[in-house]
């Protein structure tokens, strides 16, 4: 009778050690993403989106089309934040605004379409900077998913169906300090405060331009935001129309209120979405479009507000569209869920990628 020596007895056991540890590992790989432990999570990773080394800070061949702006430089350090179910990435970096002297986070997304589609391989994007509502000083709800929506997956959903721009997003924070004790910095900038209205309208602006292939005119920018953002959106299409062509305004604010503001009528005047509309209608333009959202369960007044707003100077240059959301509060989850009226609306105004020929 022959029996197995002991050198197969050892590998057979080998073998087996090692099928257990590979099936451990099986078994624990999405525990340990989700509690995000490396070397199981990607979470922190460098993140590129096309972006060339060095100072020019991006592709150096031609684009697409004369609407196109190549990345300017410098590239930012964006270190992932969540990788999505189609592979592309919410990635975030902490920016230094050297025009408003404001450091904070901002988070930033790019569809598929930017990153992985041969024909758009050299086109320009439009850019939807998203804000959120109150505390909005440690973050921003639309990087996440707010009562299960997603911003992200939904806008690439929405573009296959044709009732959206394949937009690049902007997530920033929207407050220097937590929203609470009735502080708050209305997305401007108050004196003797932080400069929000500068962080929003230009530093942020000039980080996707950095490091991302957009637009040049203001018909590929648009804003989008709720409750504080909502305003702050709203104010900053309405003070930079040169800027800024649409923007989505989700149960907003439509005048200034934060007690900072107090001894400085004339600024928070500067800021007031009603002072502003009569000026660009005075004006003659240009064209803006404002989208509203607002839940019948909220607030009466903001829906009041929004109506009045919209009677009175929903006109001329100044174009304006509610949607009255049945049984609806006031949230994120609540405007995600029903964004894409408002989203289609909005693209309709905006320009998107041009496919190389």
């Known amino acids: 009778m022959s029996h197995p020596s002991r050198r197969s007895t050892?590998?057979?056991?080998?073998l087996i050690a090692v099928a257990s540890v590979a099936a451990?590992?099986?078994?624990?790989?999405?525990?340990?993403?989700?509690?995000?432990?490396?070397?199981?999570?990607?979470?922190?990773?460098?993140?590129?989106?096309?972006?060339?080394?060095?100072?020019a800070g991006g592709n150096t061949s031609a684009p697409a089309d004369s609407r196109t702006l190549l990345p300017t430089g410098p590239k930012a350090d964006f270190k992932n934040a969540n990788t999505m179910s189609d592979g592309t990435h919410i990635s975030v970096v902490t920016l230094d605004g050297k025009k408003s002297g404001f450091k904070g986070k901002v988070w930033v997304w790019a569809p598929k379409e930017y990153t992985d589609d041969p024909k758009f391989a050299k086109s320009g994007f439009p850019v939807l900077i998203a804000l959120p509502g109150g505390p909005g000083n440690d973050g921003n709800y639309w990087m996440g998913t707010p009562g299960g929506f997603s911003l992200q997956e939904s806008i690439s959903k929405w573009y296959r169906e044709?009732?959206?721009?394949?937009?690049?997003?902007?997530?920033?924070?929207l407050n220097p300090g937590p929203d609470d004790k009735g502080i708050y910095w209305d997305g401007s900038d108050?004196?003797?405060q932080p400069k929000m209205g500068t962080w929003l309208t230009e530093d942020v602006p000039d980080l996707m331009r950095a490091?991302?292939?957009?637009?040049?005119?203001?018909d590929g920018w648009g804003f989008m935001g709720s409750s504080t953002g909502g305003f702050a959106s709203l104010k900053a299409v309405l003070k930079h129309p040169d800027k800024f062509?649409?923007?989505?305004?989700n149960g907003p604010d439509i005048v200034p209120d934060s007690p900072l503001w107090r001894g400085h009528e004339k600024e928070k005047a500067e800021n007031n979405p009603e002072v502003?509309?009569?000026?660009?209608?005075?004006a003659k333009g240009p064209d803006v479009y404002l989208a509203f959202q607002v839940g019948t369960k909220e607030n009466r007044q903001t829906m009041t507000?929004?109506?009045?707003f919209m009677a009175t100077y929903g006109k001329g240059p100044v174009h304006t569209k509610l949607w009255e959301i049945p049984g609806g509060t006031h949230n994120g989850a609540t405007y995600g869920r029903n964004m894409v009226g408002p989203m289609k609306w909005i693209s309709d105004q905006l320009e998107g990628p041009t496919p190389s020929s």
């Open 24 to 55: 451990l590992g099986l078994v624990a790989w999405p525990v340990m993403s989700h509690y995000e432990i490396p070397p199981f999570t990607d979470k922190g990773d460098p993140v590129s989106y096309g972006q060339a080394d060095g100072a």
């Open 211 to 218: 490091n991302f292939r957009t637009l040049k005119s203001r």
């Open 190 to 192: 108050i004196p003797g």
């Open 10 to 14: 050892r590998a057979r056991r080998g």
């Open 245 to 249: 062509k649409a923007a989505v305004a």
């Open 162 to 173: 044709g009732t959206s721009k394949p937009f690049l997003l902007a997530m920033p924070i």
């Open 276 to 282: 502003l509309a009569k000026a660009l209608a005075a």
């Open 305 to 308: 507000d929004v109506k009045n």
